[in-house]
């Protein structure tokens, strides 16, 4: 379910970010390195970000950073970052540590990718083990095991 648009190249652990902008670039990163989106891609989501505010955060902990699929995405691909110190995306705003970096090329393909990190992130189990992972393969096996349960 989740393997389909997840790799576990697409996985990685950082130390810390400097700040909001910085954290969506580390996120992106490995979908850019991998053609999977543009640099416009990662442009079209600081412009969102500066318009609407960090729409993206969406638990204590997790932000699922995105934008249109209209701005340079190539494949629907996720890249999960872990941040060993957290990131605010606004000032009175919860410590994000979990980026889930999301490129769709159209309105449908990544539906099950969806469904799949709701029910991770529905289940408060499955965030400490990611939050607890020493590698990338750590990250990807908790989120194919929890996508299977």
């Given at each position: 379910?989740?393997?389909?648009?997840?790799?576990?190249k697409?996985?990685?652990i950082?130390?810390?970010?400097?700040?909001?902008?910085?954290?969506?670039?580390?996120a992106?990163?490995?979908?850019?390195?991998d053609?999977c989106?543009t640099?416009?891609?990662?442009?079209?989501?600081f412009?969102?970000t500066?318009?609407?505010?960090?729409?993206?955060?969406?638990?204590d902990?997790?932000?699922?950073?995105?934008?249109?699929n209209?701005?340079?995405?190539?494949?629907?691909?996720?890249?999960?970052?872990?941040?060993?110190?957290?990131v605010?995306f606004?000032?009175?705003?919860?410590?994000?540590?979990?980026?889930?970096?999301?490129c769709?090329?159209?309105s449908?393909s990544?539906?099950?990718?969806?469904?799949?990190?709701?029910?991770i992130?529905g289940d408060?189990g499955n965030?400490?083990?990611?939050?607890?992972?020493?590698?990338?393969k750590?990250?990807?096996?908790?989120f194919?095991?929890?996508?299977?349960?």
């Amino acid at each position: 379910m989740i393997d389909t648009i997840l790799k576990e190249k697409h996985c990685v652990i950082k130390d810390s970010v400097r700040d909001w902008k910085e954290a969506i670039h580390v996120a992106l990163e490995p979908l850019i390195q991998d053609g999977c989106c543009t640099e416009e891609y990662e442009k079209a989501v600081f412009k969102n970000t500066e318009e609407y505010g960090a729409y993206y955060v969406l638990t204590d902990d997790m932000a699922l950073i995105h934008a249109s699929n209209e701005a340079g995405v190539n494949d629907t691909q996720l890249a999960v970052t872990v941040l060993k110190k957290p990131v605010h995306f606004t000032e009175d705003g919860p410590d994000v540590r979990i980026l889930i970096a999301l490129c769709a090329k159209d309105s449908t393909s990544h539906m099950e990718g969806m469904m799949a990190i709701a029910n991770i992130f529905g289940d408060d189990g499955n965030v400490q083990p990611i939050l607890d992972a020493k590698s990338g393969k750590e990250i990807y096996d908790v989120f194919l095991n929890a996508s299977e349960s």
